[in-house]
């Protein structure tokens, strides 16, 4: 088991920031790709952003170049900036990192946007 702790989640305005942090218990240069999905109430749970090992990187089209997501090696952490922020990103915040024989999350940090 690989524990995955997300943190920075909090209320904020339409238009703010906010940086999610995701440590790993272990090295993450382990993981073939890391990512962060969210889920909002009544909805599914959805692909926000992943990085691979390699560099690439993928967003999902509503991120319209708000987010960044980065891997930090040395700290053994995934972060997630989000800038821009709109009340419909409110959600539960989810970390994940994908090894070949397995797939990890994080328990989640809300996020909520106020209009």
């Known amino acids: 088991q690989v524990q995955l702790v997300e943190s920075g989640g909090a209320l904020v305005q339409a238009g703010g920031s906010l940086r999610l942090s995701c440590a790993a218990a272990?090295?993450?240069?382990?993981?073939?790709?890391m990512g962060w999905y969210r889920q909002a109430p009544g909805k599914q749970r959805e692909l926000v952003a992943s990085?691979?090992?390699?560099?690439?990187?993928t967003y999902a089209n509503f991120v319209e170049g708000r987010f960044t997501i980065a891997r930090d090696n040395a700290q053994n952490t995934v972060y997630l900036q989000m800038n821009n922020l709109k009340p419909e990103d409110t959600a539960v915040y989810y970390c994940t990192a994908a090894m070949i024989t397995a797939t990890y999350w994080g328990q989640g940090t809300q996020v909520t946007v106020s209009s």
């Open positions: 990085s691979t090992s390699g560099g690439s990187t």
């Open positions: 272990r090295s993450i240069r382990s993981f073939y790709a």
